[in-house]
Nanobody
Framework: QVQLVESGGGLVQPGGSLRLSCAASGMILDFYVMGWYRQAPGKQRELVANIRSDGSTNVVDSVKGRFTISRVNALNTVYLQMSSLKPEDTAVYYC??????????????WGQGTQVTVSS
């Protein structure tokens, strides 16, 4: 029932920009901490950014100043605006929903991922 669908990935040149979208269904977006993770080939999945139910955000140092996470609750959608992209940003990017209400099932949800490739 809960489903997260990422979109917006693709091939971009170094220094370019992309905006990723995560469309959620079967859930109320504001009841969850929404996050973006990424996994590069041969690497572990890592947190990129998240946005909490109170609107506060966290962005990891490696992308700070370049990536911005946001959400539009009315559209049940979370975004990751990526600028000044580097080849090191190449990865599959995943959307994550982590419940932020005590009465919700204590499990999180993942999207299928969208590929971002930064290359000249």
């Amino acid at each position: 029932q809960v489903q997260l669908v990422e979109s917006g990935g693709g091939l971009v040149q170094p220094g370019g920009s992309l905006r990723l979208s995560c469309a959620a269904s079967g859930m109320i977006l504001d009841f969850y901490v929404m996050g973006w993770y990424r996994q590069a080939p041969g690497k572990q999945r890592e947190l990129v950014a998240n946005i909490r139910s109170d609107g506060s955000t966290n962005v990891v140092d490696s992308v700070k100043g370049r990536f911005t996470i946001s959400r539009v609750n009315a559209l049940n959608t979370v975004y990751l605006q990526m600028s000044s992209l580097k080849p090191e940003d190449t990865a599959v990017y995943y959307c994550n929903a982590d419940p932020d209400r005590s009465w919700l099932p204590r499990r999180d949800y993942w999207g299928q991922g969208t590929q971002v490739t930064v290359s000249s």
